[in-house]
């Protein structure tokens, strides 16, 4: 398959579909998600492996400027992870997280960014199987939207 | 009469007749600012000093002469009384006159600490829209065909600008036909809505003065115990004098207001108007010409960040970004903060319409969380720490 995708009014982005795979960048959380993806990666749960995972202390060290580097180096999508609430280890982190999120979402929306590009799962220590899924089930859907409008010509 | 308090309608003037005859509609704002630095109620106050009818800057002065000068409305002038304002590290006590805008960014700062409230007092001045001085320059020349530099005074009527000059002629032309060819107010004025500075410790304006006083009198109405303060001040100091605002006045400023309000949703409407296909290019279009100088960050009035802030710590040339990461960072923290002031817009050398995109993103989330930055004592949401504190 050799469609172009093209932005509707110009033909800037034109990412050929074909040898594309999507990128994605995962942030995950110490405590919880991080681990969750050590238990899921031993029970040798089978997983797409197009996520990039960056381990940080807690789901709200991750900053809008975070996001947004990631997806104008060429993610197609970022996957943020952390404790379920009330289980944050540092109190309420990831309430904090919920917040900062809303507002990017609703900026992404703005700028026209579809809605799977940018997802918050809160995945515990133990959930090494709801990681796999995730992992996968968001792999497939970003793989449907094809590549990032973010995403230049070069970056492979 | 009666003390004055809060919640009090009136008109008011000064008792100085030149004072009176000079002030954009009475002088009254001139005569409480004088008897409160005569009485000692503050150190200092900022007003204008004219360079000419397009342009003058604002100083602190203790003069009282200073004061009586400054007498005057200014509707060419875009001052940018907060960010003047927070220079001052709040050393002294301060009294300034503030268009809608600049109290919504202070009222900001003082959530953010660099500003102290109790160090200021403000009179707001009721404000339809500015202009700005170069563009007026140019449609005095070319559609009212007047010199500049022969324009003595200007004044807004009944929704026309009249332009005298030394001769003593007035020229008119109604400010909707300038605005189709956009020479009039600047684009943020005219879907700005606040018209009426509610925000300030007084509200003064010139609608709903009527009958004889029209022209001579001030419409104000007193919105904290400080503006009632300093207003009784400036009448037992004899500086000024009030009588009761007439209802049918107040009724008149209310449909003024209306009508004003009314008008701003229209031009909201057609300015963010949905955009047609890709929503991404668009904006990289626009932002395209930015070299990056930081000066919307300077001037911004809600941004307390100062020089180590992450949109400048973060942004570096070479990364060669499609759309700038300075950009990104400032349009997220300005989504619930922008107050639409256009101090951005005006500064811009590369002439981005940056207030325009900086409210494409603030409007949805400002609506959705009923937060008007500026008019709302609420901690700014994105500050909050639980996402139910946003409902
Ligand atoms: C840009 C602008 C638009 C206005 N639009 C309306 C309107 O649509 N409807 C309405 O009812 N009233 C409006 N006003 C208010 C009105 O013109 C008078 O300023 C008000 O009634 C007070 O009159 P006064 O004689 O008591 O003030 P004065 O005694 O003349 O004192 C005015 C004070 O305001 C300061 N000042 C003047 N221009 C500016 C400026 N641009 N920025 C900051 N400070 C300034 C002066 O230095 C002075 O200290 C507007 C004022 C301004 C400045
Ligand atoms: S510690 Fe896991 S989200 Fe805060």
């Known amino acids: 398959m050799t469609a172009e995708i093209e932005c509707e009014q110009n033909k800037r982005v034109s990412v050929s579909r074909e040898g594309w795979t999507p990128k994605i960048v995962m942030f995950c959380c110490n405590w919880c998600s991080y681990a969750g993806a050590d238990g899921a990666g031993v029970a040798r749960l089978q997983q797409e492996t197009n996520v990039r995972v960056i381990r940080v202390m807690c789901s709200s060290r991750v900053d809008a400027v975070h996001?947004?580097?990631?997806?104008?180096?060429?993610a197609d999508g970022v996957l943020i992870t952390g404790c379920h609430l009330g289980d944050c280890h540092y109190v309420n982190g990831n309430e904090k997280t919920l917040v900062k999120y809303k507002f990017i979402k609703s900026m992404l929306d703005?700028?026209?960014?579809?809605?799977e590009r940018l997802q918050l799962q809160w995945i515990s220590a133990s959930e090494g199987q709801q990681y796999a899924a995730f992992v996968n089930e968001m792999t497939e859907k970003i793989r449907k939207l094809g590549p990032s409008p973010f995403r230049k010509p070069e970056v492979i | 009469m009666t003390k004055v308090k809060v919640g009090d309608r009136l008109i008011g003037w000064s008792t100085n007749e030149e004072v009176r005859s000079n002030g954009g509609s009475g002088g009254l704002v001139t005569a409480v600012f004088a008897a409160a630095l005569e009485k000692g109620l503050v150190d200092n106050v900022v007003v204008l000093e004219k360079a000419n009818q397009f342009e003058a800057v604002p100083i602190i002065t203790d003069s009282v002469e200073d004061v009586f000068n400054s007498a005057g409305s200014m509707h060419m002038l875009i001052s940018n009384q907060t960010k003047y304002l927070q220079q001052f590290k709040n050393e002294a006590s301060i009294a300034l006159a503030v268009k809608p805008c600049d109290m919504r960014g202070i009222r900001e700062q003082q959530k953010r600490n660099t500003i102290d409230s109790d160090k200021i007092f403000t009179v707001g001045l009721n404000c339809g829209g500015t202009m700005a001085p170069?563009?007026?320059?140019e449609v005095v020349e070319s559609v009212y065909e007047v010199d500049p530099d022969q324009?003595?005074?200007e004044e807004i009527e009944k929704g026309k600008l009249i332009i005298e000059t030394f001769d003593g002629e007035h020229h008119s032309h109604s400010i909707d036909d300038l605005e189709v060819d956009d020479h009039g107010r600047r684009e943020n004025c005219r879907y700005c809505t606040v018209k009426i500075a509610t925000n300030s410790d007084l509200a003064c304006g010139n609608w709903g003065v009527i009958g004889e006083l029209s022209g001579r009198g001030t419409y104000v109405e007193v919105m904290t115990e400080k503006g009632a303060e300093f207003l009784q001040n400036a009448i037992d100091m004899k500086f000024a004098e009030v009588v009761e605002a007439p209802e049918k006045g107040t009724e008149i400023r209310g449909k003024v207001n209306g009508v004003m309000l009314k008008m701003a949703a229209n031009t909201h409407k057609e300015v963010f108007k949905p955009i047609e296909g890709d929503k991404l290019e668009d904006l990289r279009k626009e932002l395209e010409n930015c070299i990056h100088c930081g000066a919307c960050k300077e001037v911004c009035p809600v941004c307390a960040c100062g020089v180590d802030a992450k949109c400048n710590k973060y942004y570096d040339p070479t990364d060669d970004y499609d759309i700038s990461l300075y950009h990104l960072i400032?349009?997220?923290?300005?989504?619930?903060?922008?107050?639409?002031?256009?101090?951005?817009?005006?500064?811009c050398p590369a002439d981005i319409p940056l207030t325009r995109l900086y409210r494409r993103f603030a409007n949805p989330v400002q609506e959705e969380l009923d937060y008007m930055p500026g008019m709302d004592d609420r901690t700014p949401p994105f500050f909050l720490t639980k996402l139910e504190e946003l409902e």
């Open chain 1, 67 to 74: 996001i947004y580097t990631a997806f104008l180096e060429g």
């Open chain 1, 110 to 115: 703005e700028m026209g960014i579809e809605d």
């Open chain 2, 134 to 137: 170069f563009k007026i320059r």
């Open chain 2, 151 to 153: 324009v003595k005074g």
């Open chain 2, 330 to 347: 400032r349009f997220l923290h300005l989504s619930d903060s922008c107050i639409g002031c256009g101090q951005c817009t005006d500064v």
